[in-house]
Every structure is written in C-alpha cells, then in structure tokens.
Nanobody
C-alpha cells in the first residue's frame, strides 16, 4: 500500500503563489508515476500535472502550463506543486495520486491506484 497526504492549500488572491506538498509513504518502490489532479464543485476531477517517480518525465495540462511546476524530492518522499499567477478558475480541491502502471494515459484518473484526501485551494479575484 501507498499513503498520500496533501498539505499547503489555503485562501489566496489572484496573482499570488502557493506550494502544495504531498507526503508519500508505504511501498514507494512500487510507484512509477505521480500526479496532481483537481476537482471544482460540480465538475469532474481533472488532470493538472504528472511526474515520474524516478527520472524527469513531466506533463502539464494546457491550462496550467507556464504557471505551475511539479517536482519531487525522493529523499523526502515528497511531491510538490508550485502554483504561480493563480487565477480564480484554479479554485478546487487538489489531490495527489500515485500509479504503479508503466502504461496508460497520464491524464486518466483510472491509471492511478492511490489518492490523497485532498487540500482546498481558493483563489479570490
């Protein structure tokens, strides 16, 4: 099993920055890729960014590209999401996720075996 715990959410103003963290524990050796998703009220959960647990492969959704940066610190078993130039439409619950699979679409929620409980990000305009 793998456990994921997010932190760092909060209330900020448009244009501000925020960094989310996700502590990863358990069978981390089994993880191939990790990702951030988000879900706004009344909307489906959507992909934000992903990064392989080993290596440097990263992918971003077009609506965050150039503003958000995903990274991880394997020594600390922690995944990060640096969010800059936040907009009101970024308001959502943000979830980190981990996958053991080597194949499948990185933006597909079905690929991910493990999920955190989520952290709320609210951006006021």
């Amino acid at each position: 099993q793998v456990q994921l715990v997010e932190s760092g959410g909060g209330l900020v103003q448009a244009g501000d920055s925020l960094r989310l963290s996700c502590a990863v524990s358990g069978r981390t050796f089994a993880i191939y890729t990790t990702a951030w998703f988000r879900q706004a009220p009344g909307s489906e959960r959507e992909f934000v960014a992903s990064i392989t647990w080993i290596g440097r492969g990263t992918y971003y959704a077009d609506y965050v590209k150039g503003r958000f940066t995903i990274s991880r610190d394997n020594a600390k078993n922690t995944l990060y999401l640096q969010m800059n130039l936040l907009k009101s439409e970024d308001t959502a619950v943000y979830y980190c996720a981990a996958s053991r699979l080597y194949s499948g679409n990185y933006y597909d929620t079905g690929r991910y075996d493990y999920w955190g409980q989520g952290t709320q990000v609210t951006v006021s305009s």
